[in-house]
């Protein structure tokens, strides 16, 4: 006989209890919902100290104020910078009026949803705002939404409410100040892309962007773009380092159009996302893809090697082979101090087999005698490049704990 969990067990004795007792265990009615405390935003909070001293004295009468024996710096407590507001586990189900689809991209305050029989502009439910005040948008490219159609006016002008989102899968994330952005939900595959030359590769980009992939359940695809270029063969030993490793790996050429056919199989039929840094030839690539999306592109500031911005914004694109793929904007940096440091060696491939043999179970791998990860880069087994990749994320300020 299996023996059972201890937290099953655990769950089986007090519900033995409830037995015992003479009562099951009361169920909390869906119609009652739960009780969840969510933070204020910084501006609807009141400040703890009292400011404005000069103009309150010469308001004053006598020219004389009399100050607080106390003051405090910050509000009383938690309490203070958090509401409680009522949740409930089915929101939005127990509504036929609602309408189900796809966020395709957000322009400013709206988002465009599509139903499958048009696209509509929608906004937010301030309550569902308010619940994800952690991120920088509470709704993104890729989520499934069920909205509301705002009555009165004409068709053609009528807008949305978005009143609920659906659970997400497939995440590419990173920290944008003090929230969390999430670029893209629902996808299957981050193609991430680089280029040979014009602007030249950057492998820890690259790095930041697999373990952004892999800590939000994405499967990473590398592609190296303009290989007609790679002359010196500098982008090839880039490359052959992500295949060595086990990733999939692609080499691409929208000029000449070599890798475009593996690029379309790995898209076919699948939700993917497509990112990298600018200028790398994203949207010149999804052209290729498929004719007749004439998406703009951008050029090389000669000065910086560095490209320009064009794709201002993440947009959902369906493919004609099957599927779709998300575009979005370029980056230059990503910051991914939302991971917990003691997580990061478990998103480097070739750390995972080896962290059993290093002496303590907490190594960081950076200071400590022993380490089975420094003998391997030492020995030439593990490429210094993605050691120093994992030394930056492990030590960047403000990495989760």
Same mark, same amino acid.
């Given at each position: ?158 807008? @949305?409410?978005?009143? =609920? *989102?659906? &659970? #997400?899968?497939?995440? +590419?994330?990173?920290? %944008?100040? $003090? ?53 010196? @063969?500098?982008?090839? =030993? *880039?490359? &052959? #380092?992500?295949?060595? +490793?086990?990733?999939? %790996?692609? $080499? ?150």
């Amino acid at each position: 006989m299996p023996t059972v969990p201890p937290v099953l067990d655990i769950r089986v004795v007090r519900l033995e209890e409830y037995r015992s007792m003479g009562s099951s265990p009361r169920k909390r009615s869906s119609k009652a919902g739960k009780k969840v405390r969510v933070r204020f935003r910084r501006n609807r909070s009141k400040p703890g100290r009292v400011k404005d001293w000069t103009r309150q004295a010469r308001q004053a009468d006598d020219h004389e104020v009399d100050a607080d024996r106390s003051e405090r710096v910050v509000a009383k407590g938690d309490l203070s910078r958090q509401r409680t507001i009522i949740v409930h586990d089915d929101e939005g189900e127990s509504h036929p009026d609602l309408r189900r689809g796809t966020v395709l991209a957000m322009r400013g305050l709206y988002a465009e949803v599509d139903d499958g029989e048009r696209v509509w502009p929608c906004t937010v439910r301030r309550l569902l705002r308010t619940r994800l005040i952690g991120e920088k948008h509470p709704v993104t490219v890729g989520d499934r939404v069920r909205f509301r159609v705002e009555t009165g006016g004409d068709e053609a002008t009528q807008k @949305g409410v978005i009143e =609920a *989102v659906d &659970k #997400r899968r497939g995440l +590419l994330r990173r920290r %944008t100040g $003090r929230r969390t952005q999430t670029i893209v939900a629902n996808v299957d595959r981050a193609i991430i892309v680089s280029s040979a030359r014009e602007p030249l590769p950057k492998p820890h980009l690259i790095d930041r962007y697999i373990v952004a992939s892999l800590a939000g359940d994405v499967t990473p695809v590398i592609c190296m773009n303009k290989v007609d270029l790679d002359h010196d @063969g500098s982008g090839a =030993a *880039v490359i &052959k #380092r992500y295949t060595d +490793l086990g990733h999939l %790996t692609l $080499r691409t050429s929208a000029i000449t159009g070599e890798g475009i056919d593996s690029l379309r199989e790995v898209l076919k039929d699948s939700a993917s996302v497509i990112a990298g840094q600018s200028g790398v030839g994203k949207s010149s690539l999804l052209n290729v893809v498929q004719p007749g999306l004439k998406l703009r592109v951008g050029d090389i500031i000669e000065q910086t090697s560095k490209g320009r911005h064009t794709t201002s914004t993440a947009s959902l694109i369906r493919l004609e082979l099957g599927g779709y793929v998300v575009d979005t904007p370029g980056v230059r940096s990503f910051d991914l101090s939302i991971i917990p440091r003691n997580e990061f060696e478990a998103y480097f491939v070739e750390f995972v087999d080896r962290v059993a043999d290093c002496k303590f179970p907490d190594c960081t791998h950076i200071h400590e005698a022993d380490c089975a990860i420094k003998a391997a880069l030492e020995r030439g087994e593990i490429h210094p490049e993605r050691y120093e990749s994992y030394v930056h994320m492990f030590e960047e300020p403000g990495v989760g704990k």
